[in-house]
């Protein structure tokens, strides 16, 4: 047995692994949106549950009757996952390819095909994973028919183990290797899983001394034949309810709990890996202590009850009430609550399935469908209507009634008096949690609010002190920086401008500076309520988005520029602070300024901000840049700010302060300095200018640092380079 938890532990690793850079492969392909985060995460888990049902019902109609051992066609599907490391990445471009082949389509027909793409390419993968336990069960009931009862569980254990390593050996592999260098990993994993059966299966067959791996008359007589009615689980089937409820809560759940956690974790990539690796770590304990404990033997309707009860930790623990360290936070509102779904989910299973894979297969297929539903369910209806307090309660409603009727499982015990009592007592406790807590919001009661499935926006503060927070975190200030993003390369143009864009909305400063020219304006922003608090920031704000210059798009700024034809002068980039969150690297990226490059008219300039990094960050961009445009100056926003970089096909005239504060239009001169104490558009140039650097300069900080791509985000994977190195 020990063998199949080694398989399972580095299958578990290898779907974090595959489900980690398939959804950046994606977003990267086809656009940094909430609806392709949702449409990845659905096709990946849809694949999950239909490759468990099929199997499941394979294994009822041939599993006695195959002529060869089950271990495999088991080594057989982990062979062919290894393949998808090495071809989902080809099948998306190819994706891309047909989409730019389109031309102009709107949003929705761009989600629609791209969404079409990515369940063709995921899906056939991502049912191979899901086969392999009710595969893997077959073939233990055919070696080990006393373990065969619980064998799901056993699986189930040691794949979460693995995925918990997932969670965070990708993150260095991906710093190290790149993406497609990680997907080589995970392959090289999945052929040495399958290397490893085909071993243990002839080393099986000569200590039993037969080739077949039919189930044997002696093994027929141990354990229920293939498809027969579990005898445990006949008649109960509530408890495939409860296995839906329990992935529909707990997905749910994880995405309340992005939006609950962000202020105090931040927004890179590790932060949303510390999540999910205490959520697997949690459902790993919990499964290990129901594989130690004779669970039928005690009376378990109480958990129910405090299931309820944990599933409103995260209240408190993200409250703002409360002071803890950010890791404990997560600890304490997230573990508790997935270690006992971790001892409640194979508990079911194998209630239900009693070893039979069929019925297991089905089972895990119906608590798929709740881990598909559980997100969308989230994030487009209860997070863009109500706070995610009430959301989490809403989530935490089916333990609640679960709780309150103390549902008896078979193979327990009936809830006794004390079960009961103590049930009674822990509901109102568990509506406590509700009263004592507050969300993050409450702390910026002066401002204002908006929602919806992309995030939770907050507009706040006065005069100049006034900020935007998107889920909690700082975006933006009122701040000279994003004027002269609009100023710089328009005045630096060697002809009179036609039209800009704007990449990245913020409080609209940049969006309101280019519109001081006096031309066509878009801006492209990912969120749609940030746009709806442009007023809140600047009193003209109704007066410019009614001027007929002035369009804002929502839709991911990299994904629109990749479906339009229209062409600009100048394109301006404000990525999301800091340099390291999490999706920044795909507006920073030598394959993102090839889009970039093709929407530029001839001369056109492209001017890049980029936030204060590490000389690794800067040279990764600037080395990018460089590679993508044969021309290219820098200049830094003061001593620790960060840089304006502009860029173009044509070179770019060597103008003085004198000369760039000519060239402002009237309107333009005075929105240049509309917060300055001493308002001297020239000496604004004057001071930016002072701080011009040597491209080579940036580069030499860190020479072997790669330029910044796709495939090798450097700014968002620095584990080792911050923690490891010396």
Sequence with gaps: MLWYFTFFFISG???????????????????????????????????????????????????????????????????????????????LRLGRGI????????????????????????????????ATI?????????????????????????????????????????ELLGFHGTLRVGATCNVLIAVLALLVSRTRRKEDGEVRGEVSREVSKEAPQLGEPAPTATGQGYLLALLFATGLTSMGMEVVWVREFTPYIGTVVYAFASILAVYLTGTFVGSRIY????????????????????????????SPNLSLDSWLRLVVGIAPFTALLGYLTPMLVDRWAAGDPARAGKAYAVNVLGCILGPLLAGFLLLPWISERWSLVLLSAP????????????????????????????????????????GYEKEYHDGKVLRDSTATVIATGTGMTRQLLVNGYGMTSLTPITKMMAHLPLAFLDRPPQDALVVCFGMGTTFRSLHSWGIPVTAVELIPSVPRLFYYFHSDAPEILSSPLSHVEIDDGRRYLERTTQQYDVITIDPPPPVEAAGSSLLY?????????????????????????????????????RRSFPYLRVFAFGKNWGFHFLASDRPLPNRNASELASRLPAAAAVD????????DPEARFVHLLNYELPIDQLIAASPA??????????????????????
């Excluded at 730019?100 to 993968?125: D, Q």
């Excluded at 009376?299 to 405090?306: A, K, Q, Y």
């Excluded at 240049?672 to 308002?679: A, C, F, I, S």
């Design 13 to 91: 690793f290898c779907s974090v692994l595959y489900e980690l850079v398939w959804l950046r492969l994606s977003m990267a392909h086809f656009g940094v949106t909430t609806a392709m985060v949702s449409i990845v995460l659905s096709v990946f888990m849809a694949g999950l549950g239909l490759g468990s049902w099929t199997s499941g019902a394979w294994t009822r109609r041939r599993g006695d009757k195959i002529g060869f051992s089950p271990l495999l066609l088991y080594a057989a599907i982990e062979l062919l996952i290894g393949v998808s490391g090495i071809l989902v990445p080809y099948e």
């Design 99 to 130: 989409l730019e082949r389109l031309g102009s389509t709107s949003s929705v027909e761009y989600y629609l095909v791209s969404a079409i793409w990515v369940a063709f390419t995921l899906i056939p993968w991502c049912t191979l994973m899901g």
């Design 134 to 174: 009710p595969v893997a069960m077959l073939t233990i009931r055919g070696m080990f028919p006393r373990e065969s009862s619980r064998s799901f569980s056993y699986l189930y254990m040691a794949n979460v183990a693995g995925a918990v390593v997932g969670t965070g050996v990708p993150l260095v592999l991906i």
């Design 291 to 318: 594989r130690s404990w004779d669970s039928g033997q005690a009376d378990e309707s109480l958990l129910w009850t405090v299931l309820a009860v944990y599933s409103l930790f995260p209240l408190l623990a993200a």
């Design 399 to 438: 333990w609640l009634m679960v709780g309150v009727r103390l549902v008896r499982l078979p193979g327990s015990l009936v809830p006794s008096v004390t079960s009961r009592a103590a049930s009674y007592l822990l509901l109102p406790l568990a509506l406590g949690f509700f009263w004592a807590s507050k």
């Design 589 to 625: 990226s030598e394959d993102f300024y090839s889009v970039i490059r093709r929407r530029l008219r001839p001369g056109g300039i492209l001017q890049q901000w980029l936030p204060l990094g590490d000389a690794e960050d800067v040279a990764a961009v600037t080395l990018a840049l």
């Design 672 to 679: 240049l300095v509309e917060w300055d104490k001493q308002p």
């Design 705 to 726: 640092t790669p330029a910044l791509s796709d495939d090798r985000p450097i700014n968002e994977y620095y584990f080792v380079r911050k923690e490891l190195r010396p």
